[in-house]
T-cell receptor, first 110, second 116 residues
Framework: DVKVTQSSRYLVKRTGEKVFLECVQD?????MFWYRQDPGLGLRLIYF???????EKGDIPEGYSVSREKKERFSLILESASTNQTSMYLC?????????FGPGTRLLVL | AQTVTQSQPEMSVQEAETVTLSCTYD???????LFWYKQPPSRQMILVIR??????QNATENRFSVNFQKAAKSFSLKISDSQLGDTAMYFC?????????????FGKGTKLTVNP
């Protein structure tokens, strides 16, 4: 089975803090993704990466950056957290023609 | 741009009965994938079923099956013999390939409740 893990299930941060969300997959997949999920808006793509050190912007990249130094790990960075970044963040990894998701990180920015 | 529409924000069904969730999409592409994902209250998104657009045969996974109508751009999910564990948000999603990378477009979801 594909396993995608995320470093935290719940996070509480203060406005202006730098926040790191980590995602790890164990299937040697090349493509990895970060989404945010908000009620009524569904899932929106923030960034994705199709190889180490490669990244592309999704639909809502503003306020976020990413890092992919190793194939198995894809990090989402909030350079200066703001309250409108309070959300559920989902990481996904693609293999066998489908994307497989991690358990999600619920981030609260105060 | 591709869009995915799920017209039923919420549905409910009695245990052991059959329910169908609707999904329509808009695309000018000819080759693409369609998916149904399930997200139970624990929040882990799980792949339920996948359909390749070039395949005419409808995909089936145990109690889950789809009705794929390519010309109508319709992709409904049928759940037979509904179980309490089927209670979840269900998302329909579309994916096309864009030169080595790809983008998954989701509908806004249908909240399904299975009642005992």
């Amino acid at each position: 089975d594909v396993k995608v893990t995320q470093s935290s299930r719940y996070l509480v941060k203060r406005t202006g803090e730098k926040v790191f969300l980590e995602c790890v997959q164990d299937m040697d997949h090349e493509n990895m993704f970060w989404y945010r999920q908000d009620p009524g808006l569904g899932l929106r793509l923030i960034y994705f990466s199709y190889d180490v050190k490669m990244k592309e912007k999704g639909d809502i990249p503003e306020g976020y950056s990413v890092s992919r130094e190793k194939k198995e790990r894809f990090s989402l960075i909030l350079e200066s957290a703001s309250t409108n970044q309070t959300s559920m963040y989902l990481c996904a990894s693609r293999g066998s023609g489908a994307q497989y998701f991690g358990p999600g990180t619920r981030l609260l920015v105060l | 741009a591709q869009t995915v529409t799920q017209s039923q924000p919420e549905m409910s069904v009695q245990e052991a009965e059959t329910v169908t969730l609707s999904c329509t999409y808009d695309t000018s592409e000819n080759n693409y994938y369609l998916f149904w994902y399930k997200q139970p209250p624990s929040r882990q998104m799980i792949l339920v079923i996948r359909q390749e657009a070039y395949k005419q045969q409808n995909a089936t996974e145990n109690r889950f099956s789809v009705n794929f109508q390519k010309a109508a751009k319709s992709f409904s999910l049928k759940i037979s013999d509904s179980q309490l564990g089927d209670t979840a948000m269900y998302f329909c999603a579309f994916m096309k390939f864009q030169g080595g990378s790809e983008k998954l477009v989701f509908g806004k979801g249908t909240k399904l409740t299975v009642n005992p």
